[in-house]
Nanobody, 131 residues
Framework: QVQLVESGGGSVQAGGSLRLSCAASGKIISINTMGWYRRAPGKQRELVASITSGGGTNITSAVKGRFTISRDNAKNTVYLQMNSLRPEDTAVYYC?????????????????????????WGQGTQVTVSS
């Protein structure tokens, strides 16, 4: 009923820029905090940046000053603008939403119902930065 779909990954040379997008689909009422994580080869997944529904942001020190996170609540979309990319930014980037309130149709009740789901993830998008 609710999915996160990412786009915008690709290959770029060091110093270049990319913009990732993540759109939540479904009959969504609200999304709490959204974030971007990444997993580099041989490393654990790490938080890159997050943004609350009110616009408060948290950006990891490794990308502070180079990456910017933003969101469009009307479009249920979160963005990650990545500038001055470095080879060490190479990773699969994943979008996350920690809580989504949405409407679904209950065939049991034969009516629409509201519900909440937790910890949604996108499919991941590859970002490769060459030196």
């Amino acid at each position: 009923q609710v999915q996160l779909v990412e786009s915008g990954g690709g290959s770029v040379q060091a110093g270049g820029s990319l913009r990732l997008s993540c759109a939540a689909s479904g009959k969504i009422i609200s999304i709490n905090t959204m974030g971007w994580y990444r997993r580099a080869p041989g490393k654990q997944r790490e938080l890159v940046a997050s943004i609350t529904s009110g616009g408060g942001t948290n950006i990891t020190s490794a990308v502070k000053g180079r990456f910017t996170i933003s969101r469009d609540n009307a479009k249920n979309t979160v963005y990650l603008q990545m500038n001055s990319l470095r080879p060490e930014d190479t990773a699969v980037y994943y979008c996350n939403a920690d809580r989504i309130t949405y409407i679904y149709y209950s065939t049991y009740l034969s009516r629409s119902q509201g519900s909440q789901g937790y910890d949604y993830w996108g499919q991941g998008t590859q970002v490769t930065v060459s030196s």
